[in-house]
Each structure stands twice: as C-alpha cells, then as structure tokens.
C-alpha cells in the first residue's frame, strides 16, 4: 500500500458571506428591487443583477440607481441606503439557509484547527444580524466591507482578515463565489477556492473550482493551496 502523502493545510481558511456560506445573494435581490422600485423603476435587468453579486452597498445601490434613471444625489442616496439596510435586516431576522455543505465544511476546518476569518463585503450592522442565525463561534475573526478603506474587488478585507490572525495571506485559502470576492482575495495573494452561486465561474490559474462544499476535506484545502502555487 504506498505511503500517506504528507498534508499541508492552509494556514488560515477566508470564507465569504453571502452566496457562499449562507444563502442570501436573493435576499439582497428582493430589498434592491424593493429600493428600485421606490425609485420609480420595475425590476433590475440580468445584467444589473450580475453587477451587484459581491458587491457592497454603495456600489449596488449606484447601480439600482443607473437601473432607475435616477441621479444619486446625497439626499436621496441616503434615504434609500438606509431603506436596503432596514428592509435587508427584516429579511434577515426571517432566517437564512446556509449553502449546501457549508456548516459541515465550518466544523471540518475548525476541528482540524486552522483559523477561520470570515470576510464579507456586507457592512457589520447586517453581518451581526446574520451573526445571530449562523453563530459567531465559526470564526476567530470577521472582516465587514465597512471597516475597511475599501471593499470588494479590492483587497483591503482579505488583506485585513490575514493581518488579524496574524498568517501570510499567501499561505490561506479564501473560499468564494462571485466574481468580485474571487478578484479580492486573488489581488490579495490568497489561493482561491471557487464555489459558483448565482454566476459560473471559469477556470484560472489563481483559483480551483468546486461545485460545492459538500463533502470539503481538509486535505481538499490543501490540495487547492498547492494547485495554485504551481500555477503562478
């Protein structure tokens, strides 16, 4: 029988929120259409619902309102950032299914001990309130698109959740599943496990692509860290 290969984990694994840890990408479609529609407009189109998967809240509201034909004025901008909070928050407190696999591959990475950052673009108001579904115990530390100079695509949340636990984030895995959270954690360094939600996501060298977290082993993360570091 050949010999174990020997397993290299990664040293922390960077989940995303939102379309890959819980199921809440439609959530955040029903409060923007709700917004879009105060401003006087019907439904987003697919191309504006694709622009908004990942994104944070001013750059999905700019787009509702490009959809409205509406200019974001500072008054207005405002008044419906606050309706998306509020009307996202009330959806939330309803509950949030989590993603195929998702708190099963949570236990598998903790209980292997390698440290759990999760990394959203979703600001932190709304981030405790889903906090209070999924439980805050998954995660040694969590990074909101607020709390950041600047959120996804740039790097600055990944960059900041590697800094916090105190790892290189070359050496971690960021778990993924639209394409602005893949282009943030790619820029920051981190080998990127792609799980596609609402878009498919290609093949490219700085990322692996899985159908699911399904069934996710350590040795897969492992696997994945390897992968990309023979592709750059």
Known sequence: ?????????????????????????????????????????????????????????????????????????????????????????????????????????????????????????????????????IGRAHFDVTVCGDEVPHGKPAPDPYLRAAALLGVPVADCVAVEDSPTGIRAAETAGAAVLAVPCEVPIPDAPGRVVRESLVGLRVEDLADVLAAVRRGR
Do not use: C
């Open 1 to 133: 029988m050949p010999a174990e290969r020997a397993v290299r984990p990664p040293a922390a694994v960077l989940f995303d929120m939102d379309g890959t840890l819980i199921d809440s990408e439609k959530v955040w479609d029903r409060s923007l259409v709700e917004v879009l529609r105060w401003l006087g407009g019907t439904d987003l189109s697919a191309a504006a619902r694709r622009e908004t998967l990942g994104g944070n809240l001013q750059s999905s509201l700019r787009i509702v309102f490009r959809e409205a034909g509406v200019e974001p004025e500072p008054e207005p901008f405002d008044k419906a950032a606050r309706m998306l909070v509020e009307k996202t928050a009330e959806f939330f407190a309803d509950g949030l299914p989590w993603r195929p696999g998702a708190p099963e591959a949570l236990h598998t990475v903790r209980a292997a001990g390698i440290p759990v950052a999760l990394v959203t673009n979703t600001g932190r108001y709304l981030t405790d309130k889903a906090l209070d579904g």
